[in-house]
């Protein structure tokens, strides 16, 4: 089955109230084409093709190079969760800005556990940044290898620019203050 064919399918299959999962479920199930069946996808939900080939090159020899036979349920949502099929917002200045401050304070946590980072990159990608946002006021840098000063006074850069977005999530002016809070701590005793 051709591409373009793959890809309208995926799309039908999507508008009809399919999961991206199940979508990549149904293809890869009627083609035992997985590279294929997901590609179809990914160009479905109009992420792409540079970063949908990106995407499937980090995960294909994992997933997708040797299936096992009526895999395909558990693959799509494998997939799913690796962040294969999310969509990629388009960011504004400012949130790119939001997301060079969030980096910053990945940097000064002094390690960051996979998972973790695994989320704030999906979110970042997705531009849900009031998520990653309060996901990072929630960590703390490590004691022995994190810089709690810079952590802190980033995060309450990121949580001003937050702020100043159109109608910003109420829960940010919470973890703001917290930021702050910790910031002014550290700044006295570093």
Do not use: K
């Not at 084409?33 to 995960?59: F, G, H, K, M, Y």
């Amino acid at each position: 089955m051709r591409q373009p064919c793959l890809t309208t399918l995926a799309r039908n299959a999507l508008n009809h109230a399919a999961t991206p999962a199940q979508a990549y479920a149904l293809l890869a199930r009627r083609t035992h084409q997985p590279l294929p069946s997901a590609r179809a996808v990914c160009l479905a939900l109009s992420i792409p093709l540079t970063e949908t080939t990106r995407r499937l090159n980090d995960c294909y020899h994992a997933l997708l190079a040797h299936p096992r036979p009526s895999s395909e349920n558990d693959t799509g949502e494998l997939l799913e969760a690796l962040g294969v099929f999310d969509i990629p917002a388009t960011l504004t200045p400012t949130q790119h800005a939001v997301i060079d401050l969030f980096l910053i304070a990945i940097d000064a946590m002094g390690g960051i556990r996979p998972g973790h980072h695994h989320g704030l990159t999906r979110w970042f990608t997705t531009g849900n940044l009031t998520t990653a946002y309060l996901s990072l006021t929630a960590a703390r840098p490590l004691p022995r290898t994190g810089d709690p000063t810079t952590y802190w006074t980033t995060l309450v850069q990121a949580g001003e620019l937050l702020l100043a977005t159109p109608n910003p999530d109420t829960r940010i002016t919470y973890a703001l203050t917290q930021c702050r809070t910790q910031a002014a701590a550290h700044t006295t005793n570093p």
